[in-house]
């Protein structure tokens, strides 16, 4: 079963460039989630969606971008990549608000 | 805003011994909390949901409890073994659908 899917695990970047980053999940779950995981400050959310279309601002969204085209899919690009986007990116998917959240392997990335 | 806090950050116990990791949040009004395994260099595992209406959930060794009045959460792990060994997380899902997260705890059962 694969569950929830990252690609890339790793990637290094440097200032100023632009990548994105796919989250896949086969479980047909309504809602989807980017969180980024820091030392000492714990996942916080970046965007999330609630269906196929839609997209949120979480509470660290600024220097991100998201989209959801495909109910499987929820892509998180960055434009231009700072140093303080170094970090490692977790995507989550569930059934619903109430249901339990399924994450992905995380992405580590590094930007020099 | 909700805030999770979980003490202690770090434990360390011998092995056999039965243990209590603590979650607390500021906001009752939530859909559920959800307890997660964090290996390291690894994704989350989902180890108990507890729904906002239950008290608590078991999976084998583990038990968690919810009290909302209080504002905490337990997870219980008895006859801890080496491999219990990793970080601990505790997340509420609120209003916003969102999950809220826990600094976490770091165990490590010594053997």
């Known amino acids: 079963n694969a569950g929830v899917t990252q690609t890339p695990k790793f990637r290094v970047l440097k200032t100023g460039q632009s990548m994105t980053l796919l989250c896949a999940q086969d479980m047909n779950h309504e809602y989807m989630y980017w969180y980024r995981q820091d030392p000492g400050m714990g996942l916080r959310l970046i965007h999330y969606?609630?269906?196929?279309?839609?997209?949120a601002k979480g509470e660290v969204p600024d220097g991100y971008n998201v989209s959801r085209l495909k109910k499987q899919n929820f892509l998180l690009g960055l434009e231009s990549a700072a140093p303080s986007q170094t970090s490692v990116y977790f995507c989550a998917s569930s059934y619903g608000s109430g249901a339990e959240a399924f994450f992905g392997q995380g992405t580590r990335l590094t930007v020099v | 805003k909700q805030e999770v806090t979980q003490i202690p950050a770090a434990l360390s116990v011998p092995e056999g011994e039965n243990l209590v990791l603590n979650c607390s949040f500021t906001d009752s009004a939530i859909y559920n909390l959800q307890w997660f395994r964090q290996d390291p260099g690894k994704g989350l595992t989902s180890l108990l949901l507890i729904q906002s209406s239950q008290r608590e959930q078991t999976s084998g060794r583990l038990n968690a409890s919810l009290d909302k009045s209080s504002g905490r959460s337990t997870l219980y792990i008895a006859a801890s073994q080496p491999g219990d060994s990793a970080t601990y997380l505790c997340a509420l899902a609120g209003s916003a659908r969102q999950l809220t997260f826990g600094s976490g705890t770091q165990l490590t059962v010594l053997p």
């Open positions: 969606s609630v269906g196929e279309g839609t997209t």
